[in-house]
């Protein structure tokens, strides 16, 4: 006798409809698959067919033709109590008939389904024994007792014992597969995580000034086309906004350190033209924060960009000071890194934000290096300009001596941090005659023993003064032995042949040279015969015999920058130019 219930799902069709034989998953396409699996291994463990009772509707969504059919709408409630408890439990008894009911899918699901299946206590022979069963399901006595005689006997313990076993295994099965899926979800965190950091680590390896803004723009915008899903990644450049990067690009083209080139990876879906009007018309917020738009603002009849399905763009700045934007644009779909919706969400956002704060800080430190080191550049061509005040007859001699001095080092070999220290060396070493007095420093004639001592003190004077400055250091010990000997009678410290610091045998050099070569109180230059006389017979006695073997060798050149042919933005090689950000960076 089959339920009077109306079947929810008829297309489900019975056992007889579909050719009989075990449920495969198709005929049971209203149970979700952990459902599926446990009613199915049910069927298996206990051999005999279970009806499904949907406790959220009370209808009977699947009965069983070759098991106990019976009214089922007396146990909905009891059924549902079943699915709230979430464990098998025998609902019911009638004589030698147990009904068990075994939950197969969460209470808080919109569906909860229960299976409802008959079993016997006892080993069935005649009419009698099933009577008072067959009354209670209203069905009659032989139809029972057919079916009674083909029932294995269950005790109830053993009923509950196995049923349990199979709905726990099934909760297991389905705790393991949770921890699978939180597993995966893990691993594709870490692994998003882990490329995050990689791409800020390897953003802030790159964190120099020697670096342009410009360059470290374009290596940001090529990794992150490795982690974040977008058909264009790109870095468009406010280029009202300079970057003063260096004094020495400042001074020569000030136009240099502006913010040009839009930098980009993938087909980007706008023009720079379009980037212009698109940027304004994302307005003020867009300067300011980072903004994520995504389809359900795109697809709108009033958007006016419709080659732009998804977006991020986020402001690259260093306090009030706007350097440009990073965007993405148009989500590519693929999900191998962000898991979810096609679109661009928070993790894509904020790992944006990270870079453009990186690319902020950079920026904003290339413009306060470049104004140190103008600030320097400035103090230092004070304090030439206040060694020239002293005496007229020498003004220049501390900038000729700075770019002899390069083009020295540079014929003995130095590198290219030597030849910056020197080329500051040589503009301060004379620093100390500041502190000399103005009549030693001008007096026409010869001086005395006197005067002569007090002139002497310039070097010690001049350490005094540049001492406490840093970037300076290397500096001080050109600027208080340039006038030591190399035969050990020079002075402060009458150092002897290499006991003298190179750069300051090399400044001994050059100071000498435009000295000799310089119209003066006492005397007029030298001619180049003599001064070449002069250094011949100086070399092993005065001066370092190898620096002077290079100064012949570059010896046109060192007339030029002394009679003032060299051109004064080469401070005395082609091709090498000071930068005063070399000074802030030591």
């Known amino acids: 006798m089959a339920s009077p219930f109306r079947k929810r799902y008829p297309s489900a069709g019975t056992p007889q409809s579909q050719g009989g034989g075990a449920h495969a998953p198709e005929r049971l396409p209203f149970l979700p698959k952990d459902a599926r699996e446990l009613f199915e291994s049910l069927e298996q463990v206990f051999g005999e067919k279970f009806s499904i009772l949907d406790c959220s509707t009370g209808e009977s969504v699947w009965d069983t033709p070759h098991g106990l059919s019976f009214d089922l709408r007396r146990y909905f409630a009891v059924c549902e109590q079943v699915t709230r408890r979430g464990r098998p439990e025998i609902v019911d008894e009638f004589g030698p008939v147990l009904l068990l009911a075994i939950p197969l899918s969460d209470p ?6 229960v299976a409802v299946g008959g079993f016997v206590t006892i080993t069935v022979r005649q009419e009698a024994e099933v009577a008072s069963a067959a009354r209670e399901c209203d ?5 029972m007792l057919e079916w009674a005689r083909h029932q294995d006997p269950w ?32 691993s594709s ?63 020569k083209d000030p136009e240099i350190n502006r913010l040009e080139r839009l930098v980009s990876r993938g087909a ?4 720079s033209q379009e980037l212009e009007s698109f940027v304004a018309y994302l307005g003020a917020e867009a300067r300011l924060e980072p903004i994520a738009i995504n389809r359900s603002s795109t697809s709108v009849s009033s958007w006016p960009y419709p080659a732009v399905r998804e977006l991020i763009s986020v ?36 790992l944006m934000a990270s870079v453009a704060t990186i690319l902020g800080i950079h920026c904003g430190n290339l413009n306060l290096y470049g104004e140190q080191a103008q600030f320097v550049g400035s103090v230092m061509r004070a304090l030439t300009s206040a060694i020239d005040a002293k005496d007229s007859y020498t003004c220049g001699h501390s900038d000729r001596v700075a770019r002899l001095a390069v083009c020295l080092a ?3 070999g130095c590198n290219e941090r030597d030849l910056h220290t020197i080329y500051l060396a040589g503009l301060l070493h004379d620093i100390g005659k500041i502190g000399i007095d103005d009549n030693v420093l001008r007096k026409p004639g010869s001086l005395t023993p006197e005067e002569f001592e007090h002139i002497q003190q310039h070097p010690g004077l001049g350490c005094r003064i540049l001492e406490g400055v840093t970037q300076l250091d290397k500096v001080l010990p050109v600027v208080r032995h340039h006038h030591e000997a190399w035969n050990g009678a020079g002075y402060p410290a009458g150092l002897k042949g290499e006991e003298t610091p190179l750069l300051a045998r090399i400044v001994a050099v050059a100071d000498s040279i435009d000295a000799m070569s310089s119209d003066r109180h006492y005397r007029k230059g030298m001619s180049d015969d003599k001064l070449d006389t002069i250094l011949r017979d100086g070399a092993g006695k005065q001066w ?21 042919e060299e051109p004064p933005t080469n401070p005395g090689l082609p091709g090498w130019q000071f930068d005063f950000t070399e000074t802030i960076r030591e």
Request: net charge negative; with cysteine; charged share 25%.
């Open 544 to 564: 370092d015999p190898k620096v002077i073997e290079a100064a012949f060798q570059v010896r046109d050149t060192l007339r030029k920058i002394c009679k003032g």
């Open 189 to 251: 965190h870490l692994l998003l995580a882990f490329e995050e950091i990689t791409l800020l680590h390897r953003l802030t390896e790159h964190l120099s000034i020697a670096q342009s803004a410009e360059d470290l723009s374009e290596l940001a915008v090529h990794w992150l086309g490795d982690v974040v899903p977008a058909e264009a990644i790109l870095f468009f450049p406010d280029r009202r906004t300079r970057i003063t990067a260096s004094a020495r690009q400042a001074e």
């Open 315 to 350: 402001p690259i700045r260093d306090g009030n000071r706007l350097f440009g934007w990073l965007m993405a644009f148009n989500h590519n779909g693929n999900n191998k890194t962000y898991s979810g919706k096609p679109e661009f969400g928070t993790a894509e956002t904020c």
């Open 139 to 143: 069905v009659p006595v032989a139809d």
């Open 108 to 113: 808080t699901e919109e569906a909860s389904f």
């Open 268 to 271: 980007c879906p706008l023009s």
């Open 155 to 186: 005790t109830a313990d053993a009923l509950l014992e196995v049923s349990k076993a199979v709905f726990e295994r099934a909760a297991l099965r389905r705790m393991a597969l949770q921890l699978k899926h939180q597993v995966s979800d893990i």
């Open 410 to 412: 540079r014929q003995f």
